[in-house]
């Protein structure tokens, strides 16, 4: 490269780096520009909750208040009375009470009173329409659904099927109850077949038990009816036993 053409070149990047200098000015002040035109984004406000967001707010905060007033009922002071000691020692019995176990139980002076707090129950159930009442059982004494009740409550219960009694279970344990105590003899000779096997099932579901042997030959043990049995039946003593007139089917 000769010195004439280093002279222009040395000219030339002279003249260029102002031009240079120019177009970064030029750009810093569109910059600039743009800047003072430009627009801050807006914050984005949150969507707007349904009309109804606050009805149901409350609605669940109502629901939440009502449960905690339910729950709160547990620990509310309450006076007790005579009264309302047995009507809680039946409630959560679930077996039959004599008097005499609901005096020890409730700490009283004399059946007399148990007596009465039972008569007032029953008067306060049948004024408020209540679907229970206290009712003698096996010598004692339990809350009772009111057999009208009965249609529902079948549907409710779900009877285990080793609980279930087969006809013959039923025939068998009729014979025991209405002529306790009996022998097995007897109890086979009236229902035609072998029962033995059907009172060891009676046996073992509590319905039936040994109640002695019989002064006969052999001395053969002679069967009865359990506890359990009036229980089940809703029976308080074998007194209560339908009578065979009763069972006879309607000419």
């Given at each position: 490269?000769?010195?004439?053409?280093?002279?222009?070149?040395?000219?030339?990047?002279?003249?260029?780096?102002?031009?240079?200098?120019?177009?970064?000015?030029?750009?810093?002040?569109?910059?600039?520009?743009?800047?003072?035109?430009?627009?801050?984004?807006?914050?984005?406000?949150?969507?707007?909750?349904?009309?109804?967001?606050?009805?149901n707010m409350f609605a669940e905060a109502g629901e939440e208040d009502d449960d905690a007033s339910i729950d709160s009922t547990l620990d509310e002071k309450v006076e007790t009375t005579v009264e309302s000691v047995i009507e809680a020692i039946l409630f959560a019995s679930d077996e039959p009470l004599t008097k005499a176990r609901l005096v020890k139980i409730a700490e009283l002076s004399s059946s007399a009173q148990v007596s009465e707090a039972i008569k007032s129950l029953n008067a306060k159930y049948r004024a408020g329409n209540c679907s229970f009442r206290v009712e003698r059982i096996a010598g004692g004494y339990q809350m009772m659904t009111l057999s009208v009740y009965n249609t529902w409550l079948i549907k409710m219960l779900k009877v285990k099927t080793d609980s279930k009694l087969t006809q013959a279970a039923l025939e068998t344990l009729a014979i025991i109850a209405y002529k306790q105590p009996i022998i097995r003899a007897d109890v086979e000779g009236i229902r035609g077949v072998?029962?033995?096997?059907?009172?060891?099932?009676?046996?073992?579901?509590?319905?039936?038990?040994?109640?002695?042997?019989?002064?006969?030959?052999?001395?053969?043990?002679?069967?009865?009816?359990?506890?359990?049995?009036?229980?089940?039946?809703?029976?308080?003593?074998?007194?209560?036993?339908?009578?065979?007139?009763e069972l006879k089917k309607p000419s």
């Open positions: 490269m000769t010195e004439q053409q280093d002279e222009i070149f040395e000219e030339q990047q002279m003249n260029d780096e102002p031009m240079e200098a120019i177009e970064v000015d030029n750009t810093a002040s569109d910059f600039s520009a743009e800047t003072d035109d430009f627009e801050e984004p807006q914050r984005v406000e949150p969507e707007a909750e349904p009309a109804d967001f606050e009805e072998a029962s033995g096997e059907m009172i060891r099932s009676l046996m073992y579901k509590g319905l039936v038990k040994i109640v002695g042997r019989a002064e006969v030959i052999g001395r053969p043990m002679l069967y009865g009816t359990t506890k359990k049995f009036l229980e089940v039946f809703g029976l308080n003593t074998l007194k209560d036993l339908p009578s065979v007139e």
